[in-house]
């Protein structure tokens, strides 16, 4: 009997202690996250749909409450919380998450678990988790569908604002930029000429409201604008004219820009032919600037034209001018200049170099007569063609219509092949040239690409691939509309895949836009420009058909 009573003691004893011993709980850990059933190693989602369903799951059940406080979902740009529908699963240990409304269309969210979540047992994380979720393209329109006529004419509109309503109101000149302030470009205001002659013919101003502003602008390169040689600055002083320098030793002349400017003068020359007072004197103005223009000094004797000439170190620059590039109209108005020409020698020897700009190779199956591999920016076949007429334009080294559709067409097919998977890139949505990227200003083509597309690549590229150019403008407005469309138009770049959309404008690529949707629709600025006498005579000289 004693013995039964020591043993039921003893059990009561063991009993005791073993209800003293401190249980330990499981760990408390993350264990994964799934987006729409996906899971990716570095915590970074795209293309995800606009009503996600994302389950992150833990070793152990969950606290609810802390669970609603701690897991968030957030838009990264504006840091705008998320409201979230949470679901528990598996004895609390999984949370299911979807968004109470839908997110925006190529958005970036972060989908966060603070350290401080507990489960059930009161352990906390510890850890905090973030994972990157950007959404992919809403493809529902975001603008009235119109006809092709509307919408052509709709952009000229808008971005011919650019220069219109944002021109530097002492001058008349073109802003560099939308940022600008005084800074206007001599190349940009030729690009803003051309411009103010297609919003007269398209009646969004009258013939009058043209004619007073180019009276303005060109009193004010006449009489207030610095100049050398008659070649002026590529950027200058909307208010004072003075010089303002493009870099440290480029404070002086600019053949190219003044090319560019004064393809814009002699197209306006042209079209502005009444015999009226007014009309008289700006024929007037522009003939003094054009004879102005010493393009021979360019050459200092040899060959080859020169960029740049400053008046503190002279030609220090040593850039000569060599193709294939933009500059073919630099080198076809110092052939066509009545005062001060250069020769074809200087066209052979300096532009072509005897034939060294030839290319010749196949990109995408298209043969390319010149120029850079894969052809380079699309700018080339923008910038001295807005009044050059490349139809049935050739010479011994190429058909300038061949050069120009073979460099968009490759353009265009090495966006469509994408090598780089950047998102965006097809059919619909292509073209790469100099513009704003999220990296600066950076001249983009298949052989610089960052992922950027140039708005003004692919529409001012419509006299070459229009059913291409076409499709890339719908899907710019109708599918981008709320991230591109602006003020002044298209804004100049965006990156899909960096979640990038400019919000700036520069003359030089708004320009081109206007013009050679024009020269698509009707061939008016070609008609214009190739109807001056001296551009005949230059197209003599240099020997082109």
């Known amino acids: 009997m004693v013995k039964k009573y020591i043993f039921i003691a003893i059990l009561l004893v063991l009993g005791a202690c073993k209800s003293q011993q401190t249980v330990t ?10 987006v729409n059933n996906q899971q990716s190693g570095g915590f970074q989602y795209g293309d995800v749909n606009l009503s996600p369903k994302m389950e992150i799951s833990f070793s152990t059940p969950l606290n609810i409450e802390s669970a609603k406080k701690n897991i968030s979902l957030t838009e990264r740009l504006t840091a705008n919380s998320i409201p979230l529908n949470f679901i ?3 004895n609390d240990s999984t949370v299911q998450l979807s968004p109470s409304q839908p997110l925006k269309h190529i958005t970036k969210y972060d989908l966060t678990v603070n350290n401080t979540l507990e489960s059930k047992s009161k352990q906390s994380l510890n850890t905090d988790i973030r994972v990157g979720i950007t959404t992919q393209l809403d493809t529902t329109d975001k603008f009235p569908r119109i006809s092709d006529e509307e919408l052509l004419t709709l952009v000229q509109k808008q971005t011919f604002r650019y220069f219109w309503d944002f ?10 930029r939308n940022t600008s302030g005084d800074v206007v470009t001599s190349g940009g205001t030729g690009f803003g000429i051309m411009s103010i002659l297609v919003g007269i013919e398209r009646g969004f101003i009258t013939r009058e409201q043209g004619r007073e502003r180019l009276l303005k602008m060109t009193d004010f390169l006449l ?10 600055p590529h ?3 909307g208010a004072n004219g003075e010089t303002i320098p493009f870099s440290a030793n480029d404070n002086g002349a600019d053949i190219v820009e003044t090319s560019y400017l004064m393809q814009g003068l002699l197209t306006a020359r042209q079209y502005f032919n009444q015999n009226s007072d007014t009309e008289n004197t700006l024929r007037k ?3 003094t600037l ?3 223009v010493d393009w021979a000094w360019h050459t200092k004797n040899e060959n080859v034209l020169y960029w740049h000439w400053s ?13 294939w590039n933009e500059c073919l109209i630099t080198y076809f108005l110092a052939a066509s200049s009545p005062t001060h020409p250069i020769s074809k020698t200087v066209y052979d020897n300096g532009w072509a170099e005897n034939g060294k700009m030839k290319n010749g190779k196949s990109y995408f199956g298209t043969p390319l007569p010149l120029g850079f591999e894969y052809g380079g920016p699309l700018f080339f076949s923008h910038y001295s063609f807005l009044g050059l007429n490349p139809k049935n334009l050739k010479d011994k080294y190429a058909n300038y219509w061949e050069q120009n559709l073979a460099h968009t067409r490759i353009n265009y097919q090495y966006c469509v092949a994408n090598p780089k998977n950047f998102v965006g890139y097809g059919k619909n949505c292509w073209g790469l040239t100099a513009s704003d990227s999220f990296n600066g200003y950076a001249a983009h083509s298949p052989t610089e690409d960052l992922g950027v597309i140039s708005p003004t690549a692919a529409i001012s590229a419509m006299p070459y691939t229009p059913k291409e150019s076409m499709d890339a403008l719908r899907y710019f407005y109708y599918k981008l509309g709320d991230k591109i469309w602006k003020q002044y138009g298209f804004v100049d770049g965006f990156s899909q895949t960096n979640l990038w959309w400019a919000d700036s404008f520069l003359a030089i690529d708004q320009g081109p836009i206007i013009c050679m949707i024009e020269n698509y629709r009707t061939g008016l600025l070609w008609k214009l420009f190739m109807s001056c006498p001296e551009v005949q005579t230059g197209k003599n000289t240099l020997g082109f058909e």
């Open 25 to 34: 709980p499981e760990a408390f850990y993350f264990k994964s996250v799934l």
């Open 88 to 90: 528990f699963l598996k």
């Open 167 to 176: 021109a530097h109101p002492v001058s008349g000149l073109s802003r560099e």
């Open 223 to 232: 009489n207030k604008t610095k100049s050398y040689h008659g070649v002026f």
């Open 235 to 237: 950027w200058l002083n």
């Open 285 to 287: 103005n522009i003939n």
């Open 290 to 292: 054009w004879n102005n």
């Open 311 to 323: 008046p503190t170190v002279g030609w220090k620059m040593n850039h000569q001018i060599h193709g």
